[in-house]
């Protein structure tokens, strides 16, 4: 269990620094179109087009990072009311729902990622399904965690969601 725990934590650690370097990309691009606007004319078509694609990556890998933090918004009125045993069973019916829609979009996902293979989108030599592709692989992630969280909540585990740096978020 020792080395799936390192192997997930290994994992969060690649994607934060995806996110860091699609950012990095995304602020090069919407300087890129600054420049191009009101300074000098650069050779790029469709900036625009890839600044949306960097962005959708960075959400989807995001919300994917914010639940195996436990730090997705939720209205948590109840809790707060509730034993510590209750809190942890209505997490855990939680985090089965989610698995639950994440899967079904998952699936549902899939046949728009196919389709847009051999769609480019407009001014770019970049299929549709890249964007589309974010979030299967976002799903792909969630589902990974939430599975992961599941189980540990199965063994007896609990957690405490309050703050990222808390503890650990269940993975």
Known sequence: MRFFRTLINAVETLLQWLIAALLLLLLGIVVAMFVDRHFITLPMAAPD????????WICFIGFALAVRAGVTIRVDMIDSRLPSFWRNVLAGCFDVILFILVAVLAVKTWPVVQ??????????DVPAAVPSASLLV??????????????????????????????????
Do not use: K, N, W
């Not at 087009?49 to 959708?56: F, K, P």
């Not at 992630?141 to 269940?170: C, N």
């Open 49 to 56: 087009q890839y600044a949306r694609i960097a962005l959708v």
């Open 115 to 124: 389709i847009g293979i051999d769609q480019l989108l407009l001014g770019t």
């Open 138 to 171: 976002g799903c792909a992630l969630m589902l990974i965690f939430l599975a992961v969280r599941i189980v540990r909540r199965v063994r007896g585990e609990t957690f405490a969601f309050h703050s990222h740096h808390d503890t650990d978020p269940g993975v």
